[in-house]
């Protein structure tokens, strides 16, 4: 599976951006999806994960009521909208998936670079 994201930016404290992630290669429908993120000198850190029909999110709670995860499996994509970002979101994006509810995450996009600030 290939995996693009895309939608990254600079955005000021409060703005919204909305990622998405492409994929390719496989059946998109049989992969569960998440999106990761990393800051600089920190380790790479869970933010929200997805169905395989899109039945069930979970989020971490640092992002809990201000993104919010989807997927559209007509156009084999998942997205992350986000909302009243924070200068602690900035960080790169990456999207995952795996093909069980459990386990690692086989396949990783590149990232996106979101930068929130002022």
């Known amino acids: 599976v290939q995996l693009v994201e895309s939608g990254g930016g600079l955005v000021q404290p409060g703005g919204s951006l909305r990622l998405s992630c492409a994929a390719s290669?496989?059946?998109?429908?049989?992969?569960?999806m998440g999106w990761f993120r990393q800051a600089p000198g920190k380790e790479r850190e869970f933010v929200s994960s997805?169905?395989?029909?899109?039945?069930?999110?979970l989020y971490a709670d640092s992002v809990k009521g201000r993104f919010t995860i989807s997927r559209d499996n007509a156009k084999d994509t998942v997205y992350l909208q986000m909302n009243r970002l924070k200068p602690e979101d900035t960080a790169v994006y990456y999207c995952?998936?795996?093909?069980?509810?459990?386990?690692?995450?086989?396949?990783w996009g590149q990232g996106t670079q979101v930068t929130v600030s002022s």
């Open positions: 995952a998936c795996r093909p069980g509810a459990t386990g690692l995450y086989d396949y």
């Open positions: 290669g496989r059946t998109f429908s049989w992969y569960y």
């Open positions: 997805i169905t395989l029909s899109g039945s069930a999110t």
